[in-house]
């Protein structure tokens, strides 16, 4: 099955684009998601939770970037996963491209491209995987937005003014005034842990989307 999803977030395309690249920074964005380790080739180790009626149905797999083009601000994922109790998986590419309309907004494109077997197959049925998938995505341009505003902007995005502070200002007779040191930035806060995502309420969302929609035509 292939989808083709788009968001926006209100953040300069370079903030965005190290941010996506970065799957730990990103992983708490998408609910029930945890990183677990990481190969020396690049390769994360992670789980993905969901919670099915009464059951939580858990899946261990890996995530890579296997191509980071930053010239074109493309970068292609892939990732694969399996029941822990053996009753299917998943396995997915997806295609990440950005743009900048250079007054600060960047359009993320997605492409993903994937299989699904076993428990998760059922939301397969009448389009519904592709309802729940919109729903998650944004979410997750919810989350990634919120967390770029929160971290402190890297000091090479700072606009120079070409003007000398107060300080540095003096005759040829003075000693340079000595430097301020920079204070460092605090660090962002810790994510959350991640809680198993709600299969019921990820169908219930987007069936009320469906007839949000039939209501508008």
């Not at 292609?76 to 299917?88: F, S, V």
């Not at 000398?164 to 605090?186: F, L």
């Not at 019921?200 to 209501?215: P, V, Y």
Request: with cysteine; net charge neutral; aromatic share 6%.
């Amino acid at each position: 099955m292939k989808l083709e999803q788009a968001f926006e977030v209100q953040a300069p395309i370079e903030r965005v684009w190290e941010a996506l690249i970065d799957l730990e920074r990103v992983a708490p964005c998408l609910p029930g998601a945890t990183i677990t380790g990481r190969d020396e080739d690049g390769t994360y180790h992670g789980e993905f939770k969901v919670k099915l009626g009464p059951t939580t149905a858990s899946y261990r797999g890996t995530v890579q970037v296997q191509e980071a083009d930053e010239a074109a601000r493309r970068a292609t994922l892939k990732a694969k996963g399996t029941d822990k109790r053996g009753q299917g998986g998943a396995n997915a590419t997806i295609v990440n491209t950005l743009t900048s309309d250079g007054g600060g907004t960047t359009r993320v494109e997605a492409v993903t491209d994937f299989t699904i077997t076993g428990r998760l197959a059922r939301f397969g049925r009448g389009g519904m995987i592709e309802d729940i998938s919109n729903r998650l995505m944004r979410d997750f341009a919810s989350c990634l937005q919120s967390r770029i505003a929160i971290e402190p902007t890297p000091s090479g995005e700072a606009v120079a003014t070409g003007e000398e502070s107060p300080e540095s200002v003096g005759t040829a007779d003075d000693p340079p005034a000595p430097a301020t040191p920079a204070r460092a930035a605090p660090p962002p806060p810790p994510p959350a842990p991640a809680k198993p995502i709600s299969g019921f309420s990820l169908f219930l969302g987007a069936l009320l989307d469906r007839i949000k929609r039939l209501f508008k035509r």
